[in-house]
């Protein structure tokens, strides 16, 4: 009996400190999407006066693997320039390597979707060709009402 409750308080570490990943590339993402927002609205610092989010759509195959991900991802407390915010968070990789994010805080997930925040045009095209160089997008939305490529279909999130 005691050999049995040391090994299991050998295993509630793993469990307390277990993070949630998700690993993206081609073989999960459907669309990638850039924009463009106004940093002072979002409270995000850049020297620019703008910063850009990455959207991943998530393939239909791929939304039953990430769903319960995200209903059972840990809530995390951020700081972000005096801001203090709660929110569930899970871990990005590419080809098993840490995917970038400008401002963690700002990270968005739902089962069908992620929106990472970047800083600079350039990187967010980085990140984007770092997960799927094939659906890497040809240009920034500036307008979210006016600037959506052909073929682009317009989703509502939960």
């Not at 991943?56 to 700081?79: C, G, R, Y």
């Not at 770092?130 to 997008?137: D, E, G, H, N, S």
């Not at 009402?145 to 682009?152: H, I, L, N, Y």
Request: charged residues 25%.
């Amino acid at each position: 009996m005691k050999l049995l409750l040391f090994l299991l308080l050998l295993l509630a570490p793993t469990v307390v400190c277990a993070q949630s990943t998700y690993d993206l590339s081609c073989d999960n993402v459907a669309k990638i999407r850039i924009g463009r927002l106004d940093d002072t609205y979002y409270n995000v610092e850049s020297d620019q006066g703008h910063f850009h989010v990455v959207v991943f759509d998530l393939k239909q195959k791929s939304i039953a693997q990430f769903a319960p991900l995200v209903d059972n991802a840990p809530w995390v407390t951020f700081v972000y320039r005096g801001e203090e915010m709660k929110k569930q968070h899970i871990d990005l990789t590419t080809h098993g390597r840490p995917l970038r994010d400008d401002v963690p805080s700002m990270a968005g997930f739902s089962p069908e979707a992620i929106v990472i925040t970047i800083i600079l045009e350039k990187d967010a095209f980085d990140t984007a060709r770092a997960v799927c160089p094939a659906l890497t997008p040809r240009k920034v939305i500036v307008d979210w009402e006016r600037d959506w490529e052909p073929g682009w279909v317009r989703r509502e999130y939960k």
